[in-house]
């Protein structure tokens, strides 16, 4: 059972296995026992356990088919359409494809090699972390309202290529969810199907770079959750390191920017100007060898030179002068840390660094409310119940910074809520929309209406 007692009827801890079929379906079930553990280890059976990876992994999917289906809907797309080469389109569809043939490499080896929990570990860890948390929500935005049709068709087509190899993979484990949903894909069966095999569309150099960049971005959103600045509100930069003084290519940049929502990116060879390396006296160490002249040492230890502070860090001579007399520190005597400079905000892992410049000033603030207006009128559109290609009227009402912000951003807002007219003002008028919401924005109240217009 969950606390590995061995089941028996004595102890009221058996399971009947058609009671937990009927809770949680058999695919579920099997993806649970395959990837929670190798099939030769003794298995506990968790009921909240089967929940979990269910609602990782079959949550994930069927939630990206259902992305894919609205939006496939919506623009006509067809599998039969004429779409972009793999080589001829965007770079996040490049990468998918190398990360899609990764996977189908790595999932081969391993049950050749009778790994089958390893292997369905990694296909589960592509499915939640590359495919939604990074290509879809990446690329939400070229799914509908594209001007570059071919950018649109080329986002179809790698995400209908993925689904369809992620349930070829899938089907030995999970045979009925991977067959419902390949043949929603293709009206074939997926068992009737080769299993994937490579297609030559890894690219390392660019799965490496796009590692690079999402670890930037986890260190970016550390830096901001510190600081407590919602990812929506843009800052001005970003200044960071990489291992070796490497930099991003420009594609790969462009998607950090936009992630870390920074006007710009600067590379970096070394911390100074970043950080100040900062002495912390160890009186412990100091007190046996300087005496009453311990806090007189160690306020000349907080006054050595940054140049000082990073060789003793190193491990090189360092000599400080007390009461006329010369002392070498050895290790132990301080302890040197490092702190931002000025506005910056600082976050490293490994060798790469991350310096976030979290200063505000109107017109980023502005920006901030603005992206903050958008996603509050989204959510009551998806409340109300509107459908993606309905268009409104607009109004949004508050005080006079509110009022500001909105008038410098009336086409981004407009744009983004499919609003064909924005109303700013003091005051809603209750009587002209027919969705109406208060909500709070940077200490503002904010008054939101909206209507379907109707053509």
């Known amino acids: 059972d969950a606390e590995g007692q061995k089941m028996s009827k004595s102890k009221g801890n058996v399971v009947n296995p058609w009671d937990a079929i009927e809770e949680h379906g058999s695919d579920a079930l099997r993806w649970y026992f395959i990837t929670s553990s190798n099939p030769w280890v003794p298995k506990r059976y968790d009921s909240m356990g089967v929940k979990e990876a269910a609602r990782r992994f079959f949550d994930t999917l069927f939630n990206t088919y259902r992305f894919f289906t609205l939006y496939a809907s919506a623009e006509e797309w067809s599998p039969s359409d004429a779409d972009p080469l793999p080589e001829e389109r965007m770079l996040l569809d490049r990468w998918l494809l190398s990360r899609l043939d990764s996977v189908v490499s790595v999932v081969r080896k391993d049950l050749e090699a009778y790994q089958i929990t390893r292997a369905y570990r990694a296909l589960g860890d592509f499915v939640v972390e590359d495919l939604s948390n990074w290509y879809v929500r990446r690329s939400r935005s070229r799914f509908w309202g594209n001007s570059d049709i071919q950018d649109t068709r080329a986002a179809f087509r790698t995400l209908w290529e993925a689904l369809g190899t992620i349930t070829r993979l899938a089907a030995p484990i999970i045979p009925f969810a991977s067959d419902w949903m390949y043949r929603a894909l293709t009206n074939q069966s997926v068992h009737l199907q080769r299993f994937p095999e490579e297609v030559q569309l890894i690219n390392e150099d660019l799965e490496q770079e796009m590692s690079a960049a999402r670890l930037l971005v986890s260190l970016g959103r550390a830096a901001r959750e510190e600081a407590q600045i919602r990812v929506r509100q843009p800052l001005r930069c970003a200044e960071v390191i990489l291992p070796q003084g490497k930099e991003l290519s420009s594609e790969v940049l462009g998607v950090v920017r936009e992630e870390l929502n920074v006007k710009d990116v ?144 009336r086409e981004f807002i407009s744009g983004e809520t499919l609003a064909l007219n924005l109303v700013v003002d003091n005051e809603i008028d209750g009587e002209k929309f027919a969705h109406l ?16 217009v109707t053509e």
């Open 266 to 409: 600067i590379f970096r060879s070394s911390l100074e100007g970043l950080v100040t390396l900062v002495a912390r006296p160890n009186y412990a160490a100091l007190g046996p060898v300087f005496g009453k002249a311990t806090n007189t040492a160690a306020e000349v230890i907080r006054a050595l030179s940054q140049e000082k502070l990073e060789e003793y860090r190193d491990g090189g001579i360092v000599e400080i002068l007390v009461d006329d007399q010369l002392y070498r520190l050895v290790d132990g005597d301080a302890e040197i840390v490092q702190e931002a400079s000025g506005t910056l905000l600082v976050k490293g892992e490994g060798a790469t660094t991350l310096a976030l410049d979290t200063e505000l000033d109107d017109e980023l603030l502005d920006e901030g409310i603005a992206r903050e207006l958008v996603n509050r009128v989204q959510r009551l559109r998806k409340d109300a119940g509107l459908e993606i290609t309905d268009r409104i009227e607009l109004g949004i009402a508050g005080a006079l910074g509110l009022q500001d912000a909105t008038a410098s951003h």
């Open 437 to 452: 919401r208060e909500v709070e924005i940077n200490d503002m109240l904010v008054q939101i209406g909206l209507s379907v």
